[in-house]
């Protein structure tokens, strides 16, 4: 089992010494790798980009004094190579990077090459591409395989949506290659992500991958879903015992294929709940725009032509024309009510 704590990005020293402290003293007996983000890939250009080359050495202090393997970002050859000069035992591959093929190529190349000057890198970590493909998260294990280094797969959802059909495949094309589950980003949410580890447990995943910060409201990015090292202690409690005791790798048909199923059906079950509420916040909206108009809301052409097209796409879908007319009729009829 392979824990990786520690904060979004290593903001200070006293930050990344504190907090590294702080999860010591949490973790008790429990191993771990300090993470901290020292290259941050960010969505806006105005916003906390990471200390750079600077942060190496914070981490390089908390492995020197604390006796913790760290962790941090790479995105281009640059990086692995400040990385790999100042120390840093494991490497991750971020979200942003992994969906380019091209940049995790030029990364691999660059730890081939650095790993034959120093050879002290233990493992490299390469989250889920930001879109859900299976395919290219594939690819890019196979990528970093050709460097010879230890690879770890971590899951970190699509848009704050966990996609467990994307992970499911790849488990199950990947039995060999541990994989850890990373709930801060795969939420954005601190208050989801003690529920969200429960899963490490139930579909047999080989660790997890949670941001911690001493200090999350005062965090200079992504603040929201950075938890503290005490609600760390008390969300791995649950299950501290099996990351304790269970072997490396899960085979993929126990009792947790089961629960990769479920997960996905229950990701399935929101997604259609939340495409329903979705779709009568613009039946109101039409209603508001028929009042206005003097329309009535019921409009006979229009039900016969998207009950002509359920008929087409029932057959593609290959469910039965009834079962589509009954879901339809309970829709229409709600979205009927909110605009009269
Ligand atoms: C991170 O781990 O801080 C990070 C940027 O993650 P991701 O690439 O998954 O967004
Ligand atoms: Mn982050």
New binding site residues.
């Given amino acids: 089992m392979i824990q990786v704590f520690g904060p979004?990005?290593a903001e200070s020293r006293e930050q990344v010494l504190e907090t590294a402290q702080a999860i010591k003293e949490s973790c008790g007996v429990l191993p771990f790798l300090y993470?901290a983000?020292v290259w941050?890939?960010r969505s806006r250009p105005d916003t906390y980009q990471g200390a750079g080359e600077e942060g190496l050495a914070w981490l390089a202090e908390v492995k020197r004094t604390l006796d913790i393997p760290v962790a941090t970002?790479v995105a281009t050859p640059e990086h692995v190579e400040a990385a790999l000069k100042a120390g840093i035992d494991y490497l991750?591959i971020?979200?942003?990077?992994?969906a380019s093929p091209i940049a995790v190529s030029a990364i691999g190349v660059a730890i081939e090459d650095w790993r034959l000057k120093i050879g002290d890198l233990k493992g490299i970590l390469i989250?889920n591409p930001?879109n859900a493909d299976a395919k290219l998260w594939i690819g890019n294990i196979e990528r970093m395989e050709k460097t010879g280094i230890p690879v770890i797969a971590?899951h970190?959802g699509c848009n704050h949506q966990p996609c467990w059909k994307m992970a499911h495949e790849v488990r199950l094309a990947r039995p060999d290659i541990p994989m850890l589950l990373?709930p801060?980003?795969m939420s954005g949410d601190a208050t989801k992500v003690p529920e969200l580890l429960k899963k490490v447990e139930e579909l047999g995943l080989d660790g997890a991958?949670v941001?911690v910060h001493a200090h999350p409201e005062s965090a200079l990015?992504?603040n929201a879903q950075q938890i503290t090292p005490t609600l760390l202690r008390d969300a791995l409690d649950p299950i501290l015992s099996r990351l304790c005791l269970v072997s490396l790798i899960c085979p993929p048909n126990g009792p947790e294929e089961l629960n990769w199923l479920r997960a996905e059906i229950d990701e399935l079950d929101e997604q259609l709940w939340d495409t329903i509420a979705a779709r009568m916040d613009v039946s109101r909206r039409i209603g508001e725009w028929k009042k206005a108009h003097d329309m009535a809301p019921l409009q006979p052409e229009r039900v016969k032509v998207i009950g002509e097209r359920l008929k087409v796409k029932g057959k593609k879908l290959n469910l039965p024309a009834e079962f589509m007319k009954q879901i339809w009729d309970i829709i229409h009829e709600e979205s009927l009510r909110r605009q009269e």
Avoid at 94 to 98: K, L, M
């Fill in positions: 979004c990005a993470r983000g941050k890939p970002e991750w971020g979200a942003r990077t992994s989250k930001v971590v970190r990373d801060s980003h991958m941001e990015s992504d």
